[in-house]
């Protein structure tokens, strides 16, 4: 009996290692019916950049007021869900389900009486109100995002070669591969940009849409006693003194006993090299400030030891949407970028409605429609004409 045709092989190569990335490679490797290992470029390391620094906080709910985010957002919860159950039994990347709060940190110093709402590790005086309860175990969860990018990407299988994309190779309007710096053209039916803040650094993409860098900074500290910080994720609102900007700072306690502290962003271009950002002394200093505001356990003065300070990019888009699909005219080539604030999150759906995209023809986790690159160009010749 003739065997049955086999799918044509396809050469995929993902071009940046951070979360979305390396999502999509995992979602390739693990397509049922045609399983596609890729190839998977990136200039400094995987997770180098926002997806190695960012918190790791997970929400069901909370992008619910935009229906085609609410919907990418509560596909990649129930995905992250699987995806602990498959790749993190030996604690991996430590996902677990959080309690959420949101605080009010006072201006001054004040004592107060503990509040039932706070855990233990929370000084009584961080709390200017009563806090309130923002996500329970069922609704908000973390992981270790630097973590969990590196577990994906190595289950995947993917090849991955350290070196930086120069360019898309397009024959004919169809992707015909990659020019990589060092190593010249890598031939591919099907190419992915997922660059984050750095997609725009490509011409083909900069000619539909903008993608701008936020920079944000964050510390990561080792507790006096890890053992007494439990899994409560807080949400701060703080104004260091009258008139001064609010901030919105936000804590994490880790499975790994570190508590990471992020906030004080502005907008600004990232760097060419992932590698050179460092984080502004003002914005660190303010996030140990607020750090030994939250709790004693904090305080570099009173034990706290510092395991890392830095900052990192988030790649933002004009209208607040990711840009997930085909790019328009040039058959084959994929982009991926544009998460904001969510990227952790929405990785998972993300790579794997691109998996679907490129192995099956149309994705069906997500309706991807709402998120295609071509929104731009519409509103580009509507401003036009
Ligand atoms: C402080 C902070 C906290 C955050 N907290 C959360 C959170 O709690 N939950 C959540 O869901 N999201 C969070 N985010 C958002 C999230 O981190 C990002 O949305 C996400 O990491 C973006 O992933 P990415 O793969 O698109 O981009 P990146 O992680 O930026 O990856 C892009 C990769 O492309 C590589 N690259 C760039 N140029 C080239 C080139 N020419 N050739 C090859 N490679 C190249 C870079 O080196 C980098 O590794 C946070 C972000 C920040 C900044």
């Known amino acids: 009996m003739a065997a049955a045709p086999s799918a044509p092989h396809r050469r995929v190569v993902i071009c940046g290692g951070g979360v979305v990335g390396a999502c999509t490679a995992y979602f ?3 397509h049922a019916a045609a399983p596609t290992v890729p190839t998977l470029v990136e200039k400094c390391a995987p997770a180098c950049a926002a997806s190695g620094k960012a918190g790791g906080f997970l929400a069901l709910d909370w992008c619910d007021s935009t229906p085609a985010l609410s919907a990418l957002a509560r596909a990649s919860f129930a995905l992250h869900r699987r995806l602990a159950a498959a790749l993190d039994g030996t604690n991996a990347y430590g996902f677990r389900p959080v309690h959420t709060l949101s605080i009010c940190l006072p201006s001054e110093a004040r004592s107060s009486s503990p509040h039932p709402l706070l855990p233990p590790w929370v000084d009584p005086s961080a709390s200017a109100a009563p806090p309130r309860e923002l996500g329970t175990p069922d609704t908000t969860a973390q992981v270790h995002p ?13 090849e991955v070669i350290i070196d930086e994309v120069e360019r898309v190779v397009v024959r004919d309007g169809r992707v015909a591969g990659v020019a990589v710096k ?15 803040p750095w997609s725009g ?7 539909v849409f903008d993608v701008s860098g936020l920079k944000a900074h964050s510390i990561v500290l080792r507790p006096r006693e890890p053992e007494k910080i439990t899994p409560h994720a807080l949400f701060l609102s703080y104004q260091p003194e009258p008139g001064a900007k609010m901030l919105d700072p936000e804590v994490y306690p880790r499975p790994t006993g570190e508590v990471y502290i992020c906030g004080m962003s502005k907008d600004e271009d990232a760097p060419d090299d992932p590698a050179t950002i460092a984080g502004e002394p003002d914005s660190i200093a303010m996030l ?9 356990q904090l ?10 300070e830095q900052a990192c990019y988030l790649p933002c888009t004009t209208d607040g949407l990711p840009v997930i699909g085909e790019m328009p005219g040039v058959k084959g080539c994929y982009v991926a970028t544009g998460h904001s604030c969510w990227g952790i ?16 023809g149309k994705a069906k986790i997500v309706d991807l429609a709402p998120f295609s690159p071509a929104r731009f160009l519409k509103r580009r010749s509507r401003r036009g004409a």
């Open 182 to 196: 060092g190593r010249g053209v890598v031939d591919a039916d099907a190419v992915v940009l997922a660059l984050g």
């Open 345 to 360: 999150l929405n990785a998972p759906a993300t790579g794997a409605a691109l998996a679907e995209l490129i192995l099956d």
């Open 288 to 296: 140990h400030k607020i750090a030994g505001k939250v709790s004693r």
């Open 201 to 207: 650094r490509l011409e083909m993409v900069r000619e």
């Open 299 to 308: 305080r570099t003065g009173e034990g706290a030891k510092v395991v890392v």
């Open 146 to 158: 630097g973590l969990f990018t590196k577990a994906v990407l190595a289950a995947s299988g993917a």
């Open 28 to 30: 390739l490797s693990t």
